[in-house]
C-alpha cells in the first residue's frame, strides 16, 4: 500500500503546480470517489450478466449477487441505468485529472491573500465541466420519475447549466465581482429548485410516483444546498486551502452521484417502464396523458 501511495503522490511532482495556494498533497483518499464511480458504471456492465429475456438467475444466499441485482435493470429497463452510468463515468475521469494535478489554472485572488495582492490560487476548472456534463443527467432522471413533458426537462437542464457556467465565470474573476456571478447561478439554482419540487410533484401524483419522487429529488436539492457553501469558502472568499475545497467537493460529489445514484437505481426497481410512457420511438408527450397539464 505504502508503494501505492508513493507512486499517487509522484502526481504533484509530474504535474507542477503554478499558483501560490494548490493543492499540498495528493489528497490519494479521492480515488475512493473514483472507484466508487467506476463500481456504479459496472453494475450496468453486470446486467446482461445477471439479467436475460426469460428472468434472472441469481443465488437467494449470495449477498453480493443480492446487491448487484438491487441496483441492476431488468430487461429493457435500463434508462436510468444509462444516465448514471454516464455520470459515474464522467466524475471518475474529473476526478483522475484533479487527483493528478491538472485540469486547472491559477486565479488572482483579492481577498484573504495575506496582504499579496499578486496571489493566486489553482481554480480547478474541469470540476465545472463534470458538474455542466453529468449533473443534466442526474436532473433528468429525477424528472422522468416525475412524468413531467420534456420541455419541462430542458427547461431544468438549461437551468443547471446556467448555475454551473456562472460559478465557474465567478471562479475565474479576479475581483468581487465574481459574487455576481455567484448570485446568477444561487438564483438559477432556486428556480431548478422549484421546478423539481413543485411542478415535479404535481406531476408526480398523477402517476403515483409522488411520495418517492419527494423523497429522491428532496434529497438531491438538499444536497445542492451544501455546493454554495464550499463555493462561498474557496473559490470565493479564499478561506479554505485548496486540499481542503477538495475534500469539501470530494465528499459533496460523493454523495450526490455515486451513493445518491445507488439509492435513486434501488428505488427506481420500483417504477415499470411503461409508468412514463416510454415507447420504441422515444417517450410520449405529456399533454394527452396527463389530461393537457403542461409545465
Excluded at 495556494?21 to 467506476?38: E, K, P, Q, S, Y
Excluded at 489554472?105 to 470540476?127: A, D, K, M, W
Excluded at 411542478?199 to 401524483?205: I, L, P
Excluded at 436539492?221 to 464550499?230: D, G
Aim: proline share 3%.
Amino acid at each position: 500500500m505504502s508503494s501505492v501511495l508513493e507512486r499517487g503522490n509522484d502526481a504533484l511532482k509530474v504535474n507542477r503546480p503554478d499558483a501560490n495556494r494548490h493543492l499540498t498533497t495528493n489528497v490519494f483518499a479521492l480515488a475512493l470517489l473514483g472507484w466508487l464511480a467506476w463500481t456504479l458504471m459496472r453494475y450496468k456492465a453486470k446486467a446482461g450478466a445477471h439479467n436475460s429475456e426469460h428472468g434472472d438467475n441469481i443465488d437467494p444466499q449470495n449477498g453480493a449477487q443480492r446487491t448487484a441485482v438491487a441496483v441492476t435493470p431488468l430487461y429493457r429497463e435500463r434508462i436510468f441505468h444509462y444516465l448514471w452510468s454516464l455520470a459515474a463515468f464522467i466524475g471518475f475521469i474529473s476526478y483522475f485529472t484533479m487527483a493528478a494535478n491538472l485540469g486547472n489554472t491559477p486565479v488572482r485572488q483579492y481577498s484573504h491573500n495575506g496582504g499579496n495582492e499578486s496571489q493566486t490560487r489553482s481554480i480547478f476548472y474541469v470540476r465545472y465541466i463534470y458538474w455542466f456534463l453529468a449533473w443534466p443527467l442526474i436532473v433528468t432522471a429525477n424528472l422522468l420519475v416525475s412524468g413531467v413533458s420534456w420541455t419541462t426537462i430542458f427547461f431544468a437542464v438549461f437551468l443547471q447549466e446556467i448555475w454551473v457556467v456562472s460559478w465557474l465565470c465567478g471562479a475565474l474573476v479576479e475581483s468581487s465581482y465574481k459574487w455576481g456571478y455567484f448570485g446568477f447561478g444561487l438564483f438559477a439554482y432556486f428556480v431548478l429548485a422549484y421546478v423539481m419540487m413543485v411542478w415535479g410533484r404535481e406531476h408526480a401524483a398523477r402517476i403515483n410516483t409522488r411520495k418517492n419522487y419527494t423523497m429522491l429529488a428532496g434529497i438531491l436539492v438538499l444536497a445542492w444546498m451544501a455546493f454554495p457553501i464550499a463555493w462561498g469558502l474557496s473559490e470565493g472568499s479564499n478561506k479554505l486551502s485548496v486540499t481542503r475545497e477538495m475534500i469539501f467537493y470530494g465528499i459533496l460529489d460523493l454523495i450526490t452521484v455515486p451513493i445518491y445514484g445507488m439509492l435513486f437505481l434501488i428505488y427506481s426497481k420500483r417504477f415499470a417502464p411503461n409508468l412514463f410512457r416510454f415507447t420504441q420511438v422515444g417517450r410520449v408527450s405529456g399533454v394527452e396523458y396527463y389530461g393537457g397539464l403542461m409545465h
